[in-house]
């Protein structure tokens, strides 16, 4: 990633990828996007002119793509230990999907020390199936799974797909949702006060499944969905939420299928996480 430029030591943001797309069952690919996020940034000014930062000047570190395994148990148990490393040392993991799935593994290492953790998912899709293709740690299954298995403190934003029996899960099991619509109607800001207000924690996870976006943002995905958020909603999200998250992802960046615009995009957003993070945290380190 251009503009980073700390040594690991120094970091206080870790930037890896992970290019792992082998359960994606509709059209596979996010395992170009790292390197593809890494070339889009190469366009950027590194000045933020919003916050009025540098990210040439912060603590930045890329940690290049982690090596995977063929199957996705075996690269959610190294990415887990990984992220685990970065979190011990006190630094912010920020990962480059890969596919939605590996969010899991970075949410549990956030989650170990940090009892009252938040989980906020940015999504067109629930995620709320148990298995998908036979697979039970499939793309398709990674809400379900932070939610069994990590926290019910758990809100998504931008979902408007699954099936009849996920959102009737969703009901039951009283977990928290925002449309593209209820976005449009109270405004990010106000999405992420009331959602901040309902976790009631200072620590989130956040990550982005880039189909939370409309495909006319964002059309190099593994599953589009229309209808969708539009991107400065989606900064202005991230704005929003950056100062409490303690862990970032963005995923499901499938680059084969447009002319780059939406790894420009997901790295944009990363950066602006990065920048929002900052500013609030500024004088704390
Ligand atoms: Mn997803
Ligand atoms: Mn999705």
Redesign the pocket.
Known sequence: MMDALADYRDAQYVIFGVPFDRTSSYRAGSRHAPDAMRKASENFESYNHFFGIDLAELPIHDAGNLEIYANVEDTLRDLYYDVREIVKDEKIPIMMGGE?SLSLSCIKACAKDTEDIGVVVL???L?FRDEFEGEKYS?ACVSRHIIEEVTDNYVSIGVR?GPLEEWKLAKEKGIRYYTPEDVLETGPEDIVRETMEYMDTEKIYLSI?M??LDPAYAPGL??P?PFGLQSMQVRDLIRGFAPYAIGFDVV?ISPLFDNGQTAILGAKLLREFIAAHAYNNRGSK
């Open positions: 939605h999504d067109a899709h995620d793309h797909s499944d189909d939370a593994g599953t969905e499901e």
